[in-house]
């Protein structure tokens, strides 16, 4: 029955909303940010924790607000992503702005691929609808299998909807397909802030322990394609901004795993700059330190086998 509702009122979302008159559709969307943070929920206490660690000196007054504004950040994603299939082409190319474009363009003219790795900041969506629409390329990306699996046939049909090629983040299949695409000069986009499998990679993130995918530098080592880190932000505008940021290289020396780990690192840094300039804008409503997680079934506290 919950998995019955949550499809209902998410397909609701896309029938409805989209429906809606932008302002309208803005105004939704703040009065639903506003009640979910006053309910001060699980969600809403945890991305203040998160924010905790991103803006230590923060007093508890400051962490509200900020907790407030990321509420109203990331109903802003939901609204515009509700509303995005029914964008005009005009609306997306004018719906986001890149600084330091050249790094994305310059590597898909190389015809080596290229990997865009982004946390989860802004709407990831909208910057990838502008990729397909504005720069006119087709790109791969990776979705976490949703429950119930009408919701997940929602998220593949809406992404595909906006030009993206979608596979399941399980599976076992997904890497390979990566690497063929990058392997014929393709690109790959892939939120990468949050690891969703027990191969994650541990980096140090705001000063303590957190465990990042490792999947965009082993795609990087295995096809030779360009590792770029990707920041995205509100500004107050309609138009998101983003950054582009400087390649991530594969190291000169080191073991495969020691390699994987200093890009992830790298990657890990890059998005720590774009999260620390906007803070209000990290939709982490998740755990994500290791000193956050409960230890798994089969380990004790101190990670050792029970």
């Known amino acids: 029955m919950r998995d019955r509702l949550t499809d209902a009122l998410y397909g609701a979302g896309w029938s409805t909303v989209k429906k809606l008159p932008e302002p309208a559709a803005q105004r939704l ?10 309910r001060r929920g699980k969600g809403v206490l945890r991305l203040e924790a998160n924010l905790a660690r991103v803006v230590p000196d923060a007093t508890p007054e400051r962490l509200k607000e900020l907790s407030r504004a990321g509420m109203r950040s990331y109903l802003r994603y939901w609204m515009e992503s509700f509303r995005l299939p029914s964008w005009s082409k005009d609306r997306v190319r004018h719906g986001f702005e890149a600084t330091d474009l050249h790094h994305l363009t310059d590597g898909l003219a190389s015809g080596k691929g290229v990997i865009l790795a982004l946390p989860h900041l802004g709407n990831w969506d909208l910057a990838g609808a502008w990729v ?101 932000w509100y500004d107050g505008t309609p138009v998101m901004k983003g950054r582009v940021h400087p390649p991530v290289d594969v190291p000169e020396t080191g073991t495969r795993a020691e390699k994987t780990s200093a890009m992830t690192q790298a990657l890990a840094d890059a998005f720590a700059t774009g999260i620390a300039d906007h803070p209000e804008d990290w939709h982490m409503l998740q755990r994500l ?18």
Not at 162 to 175: C, D, I, K, Y
Not at 180 to 188: D, S
Not at 289 to 306: F, V
């Open 132 to 232: 397909t629409t504005k720069l006119e390329t087709p790109f791969t990306t990776v979705a976490e299998r949703l429950k119930p699996e009408t919701l997940y046939d929602r998220f593949v049909a809406y992404r595909e909807s906006l030009g993206m090629e979608v596979l399941p983040h399980t599976g076992g299949s997904a890497f390979g397909t990566l690497a063929r695409r990058l392997r014929a000069g393709g690109l790959v986009c892939l939120v990468a802030d949050r690891d969703l499998s027990a191969s994650g990679v541990e980096v140090k993130f705001f000063g303590d322990t957190a465990r990042m995918p490792a999947g965009p530098a082993m795609l990087a080592q295995q096809t030779g394609a360009l590792l770029l880190p990707v920041t995205l």
């Open 289 to 306: 330190w290791l000193a956050d997680l409960e230890p798994r079934p089969e380990q004790s506290p101190a990670g050792e086998a029970s």
């Open 29 to 38: 969307g703040r009065t639903i940010a506003d009640l979910v943070w006053k």
